[in-house]
C-alpha cells in the first residue's frame, strides 16, 4: 500500500501555488521546509510583501520542527500571472477564495499551462470536485487537497477526488502529500464540506445555538471543549475516546447506555438564522477571550501548543500505521 501511495512523488521538485492567502502561504512555508521550490502568484497589490514577511516569521517554528536537507527560504520565489507561477511545477495547489465560479475558471487557466500529468490539488474546504474540475483540460488529474490550519503543523490532509478524478491521481497526491510530512486521508465518496469539516460545523451550528438562546457564552463553550473532550479527541477521536471511556465492554456497552439519549431533543443541528445579534454575541465573546493579547502573541503560542501536544501523542499513544513514526513509550 505504501509503495504505491509513494509511487511519483519523487518526480516533485517544484511546487506552484495559485493564491496567497493564509492557506497558499501556509503551503509555501510547509513546502519549503520540506525542501521544495515554491513559485506563487496572488493579485492583491501587497501580496508579495505579506507572504514573504508570513513565511520569514514562521520559519523559526519549522526550524524546530525539522528542516529538510536543502530546505531554504530563498527556494521561493513570486510571479505576476498563473502561467509564470505554475510553469515549471511539478504539482499545483489551487488557494484562490471560496466560490465555485472563481475556482472552476482558475483551474480551467491553470491547467492551460501545465502537462497533462501535474496535479492541481485544491485547497477548498467543502466544494465538489467534480464541479470545479468541469471546465479543466485533462480533469483527471484535479483533486482536492483540503488541509487544517496552521498547515505547516497540523498533518491531516483529505483528498477528494471528483466524477473524472483517476485513482493514479490520488495515488501519487497520497504519496507527495506524505513526502512533505502530512497524513493524507481518502474521503472515498465526493460530498460536500468532505468529512473534517462536517464535523466541525456540526459542532459550530450547535455552539450558534447555544449562544444565539443565551445558553452560554463562547468562553463558557470553549471552557466545555479544551477542558475536557477536546482533550481526548486531539488524539482518540470520537469513537475511540468513548470506546476507552466506557471501560470494560468499550462502544458495545456504550451504545446500549446511551442508546435512549438518541431519542432526547440534544442537538439542533440546523444552524440559528444568522442575525448581527448573534455575530455580535460570536465575535465580542471571543475578543473578550482574546483581552489584550496580540493576535501574532496568540498564533505563536498556539503553535508551540500544538508542536508539544504531537510530541506528547507521538510519545504515549499508538504510533500511525506509517514508516518513519517514533516507537511508543513504555508504560510505567
Ligand atoms: N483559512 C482556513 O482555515 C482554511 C482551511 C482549509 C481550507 N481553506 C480554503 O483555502 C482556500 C483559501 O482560503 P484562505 O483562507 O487562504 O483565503 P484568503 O482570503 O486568506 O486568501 C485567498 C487569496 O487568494 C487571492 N486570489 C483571489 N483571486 C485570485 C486569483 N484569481 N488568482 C490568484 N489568487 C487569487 C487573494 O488575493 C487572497 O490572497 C479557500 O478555498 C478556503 O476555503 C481555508
Given at each position: 500500500?505504501?509503495?504505491?501511495?509513494?509511487?511519483?512523488?519523487?518526480?516533485?521538485?517544484?511546487?506552484?501555488?495559485?493564491?496567497?492567502?493564509?492557506?497558499?502561504?501556509?503551503?509555501?512555508?510547509?513546502?519549503?521546509?520540506n525542501?521544495?521550490?515554491?513559485?506563487?502568484?496572488?493579485?492583491a497589490?501587497?501580496?508579495?510583501?505579506r507572504i514573504?514577511?508570513?513565511?520569514?516569521?514562521?520559519?523559526p517554528?519549522?526550524?524546530?520542527?525539522?528542516?529538510?536537507?536543502?530546505?531554504?527560504?530563498?527556494?521561493?520565489?513570486?510571479?505576476?500571472?498563473?502561467?509564470?507561477?505554475?510553469?515549471?511545477?511539478?504539482?499545483?495547489?489551487?488557494?484562490?477564495?471560496?466560490?465555485?465560479?472563481?475556482?472552476?475558471?482558475v483551474?480551467?487557466?491553470?491547467?492551460?499551462h501545465?502537462?497533462?500529468?501535474?496535479?492541481?490539488?485544491?485547497?477548498?474546504s467543502?466544494?465538489?470536485?467534480?464541479?470545479?474540475?468541469?471546465?479543466?483540460?485533462?480533469?483527471?488529474?484535479?483533486?482536492?487537497?483540503?488541509?487544517?490550519?496552521?498547515?505547516?503543523?497540523?498533518?491531516?490532509?483529505?483528498?477528494?477526488g471528483?466524477?473524472?478524478?483517476?485513482?493514479?491521481?490520488?495515488?501519487?497526491?497520497?504519496?507527495?502529500?506524505?513526502?512533505i510530512?502530512?497524513?493524507p486521508?481518502?474521503?472515498?465518496?465526493?460530498?460536500?464540506?468532505?468529512?473534517?469539516?462536517?464535523?466541525?460545523?456540526?459542532?459550530?451550528h450547535?455552539?450558534?445555538?447555544?449562544?444565539?438562546d443565551?445558553?452560554?457564552?463562547?468562553q463558557?463553550?470553549?471552557?466545555?471543549?479544551?477542558?475536557?473532550?477536546g482533550?481526548?479527541?486531539a488524539?482518540?477521536?470520537?469513537?475511540?475516546?468513548w470506546?476507552?471511556?466506557?471501560?470494560e465492554?468499550?462502544?458495545?456497552?456504550?451504545?446500549?447506555?446511551?442508546?435512549?439519549?438518541?431519542?432526547?431533543?440534544?442537538?439542533?443541528?440546523?444552524?440559528?438564522?444568522?442575525?448581527?445579534?448573534?455575530?455580535?454575541?460570536?465575535v465580542?465573546?471571543?475578543?473578550?477571550?482574546q483581552?489584550?493579547?496580540?493576535?501574532?502573541?496568540?498564533?505563536?503560542?498556539?503553535?508551540?501548543?500544538?508542536?508539544?501536544?504531537?510530541?506528547?501523542?507521538?510519545?504515549?499513544?499508538?504510533?500511525e500505521?506509517?514508516?518513519?513514526?517514533?516507537?511508543?513509550?513504555?508504560?510505567?
Amino acid at each position: 500500500m505504501v509503495d504505491t501511495m509513494l509511487r511519483g512523488y519523487k518526480d516533485i521538485a517544484r511546487v506552484g501555488l495559485v493564491g496567497g492567502g493564509v492557506i497558499g502561504t501556509g503551503w509555501a512555508v510547509r513546502c519549503l521546509a520540506n525542501g521544495l521550490d515554491v513559485s506563487m502568484t496572488d493579485p492583491a497589490p501587497e501580496a508579495e510583501a505579506r507572504i514573504r514577511e508570513t513565511i520569514a516569521r514562521t520559519w523559526p517554528t519549522m526550524e524546530q520542527i525539522g528542516l529538510a536537507e536543502g530546505a531554504s527560504v530563498d527556494r521561493f520565489s513570486f510571479h505576476p500571472t498563473i502561467e509564470a507561477a505554475v510553469d515549471e511545477a511539478d504539482f499545483v495547489h489551487e488557494n484562490v477564495p471560496e466560490r465555485e465560479d472563481v475556482k472552476t475558471s482558475v483551474i480551467a487557466e491553470i491547467s492551460k499551462h501545465l502537462s497533462a500529468e501535474v496535479i492541481i490539488s485544491s485547497s477548498s474546504s467543502g466544494l465538489l470536485p467534480t464541479s470545479i474540475q468541469s471546465e479543466a483540460l485533462a480533469p483527471e488529474r484535479v483533486i482536492i487537497g483540503h488541509p487544517f490550519s496552521p498547515l505547516y503543523i497540523l498533518p491531516l490532509v483529505e483528498l477528494v477526488g471528483g466524477e473524472q478524478t483517476s485513482a493514479e491521481a490520488i495515488a501519487k497526491a497520497a504519496g507527495y502529500f506524505t513526502r512533505i510530512g502530512m497524513r493524507p486521508l481518502h474521503v472515498r465518496n465526493e460530498i460536500e464540506a468532505y468529512i473534517g469539516d462536517r464535523l466541525q460545523e456540526a459542532l459550530w451550528h450547535e455552539a450558534l445555538h447555544l449562544v444565539n438562546d443565551g445558553i452560554a457564552t463562547m468562553q463558557e463553550i470553549d471552557a466545555a471543549i479544551t477542558g475536557g473532550p477536546g482533550l481526548r479527541w486531539a488524539f482518540m477521536g470520537i469513537g475511540m475516546g468513548w470506546h476507552v471511556a466506557a471501560g470494560e465492554g468499550g462502544m458495545r456497552v456504550n451504545m446500549q447506555h446511551f442508546a435512549p439519549t438518541l431519542e432526547l431533543p440534544w442537538t439542533k443541528l440546523k444552524a440559528p438564522p444568522f442575525t448581527e445579534r448573534l455575530n455580535d454575541l460570536v465575535v465580542e465573546g471571543c475578543e473578550a477571550q482574546q483581552g489584550d493579547r496580540h493576535w501574532l502573541e496568540m498564533e505563536q503560542r498556539r503553535d508551540q501548543a500544538l508542536i508539544k501536544i504531537r510530541e506528547v501523542i507521538q510519545e504515549y499513544w499508538y504510533p500511525e500505521d506509517q514508516d518513519g513514526w517514533p516507537k511508543v513509550r513504555e508504560l510505567p
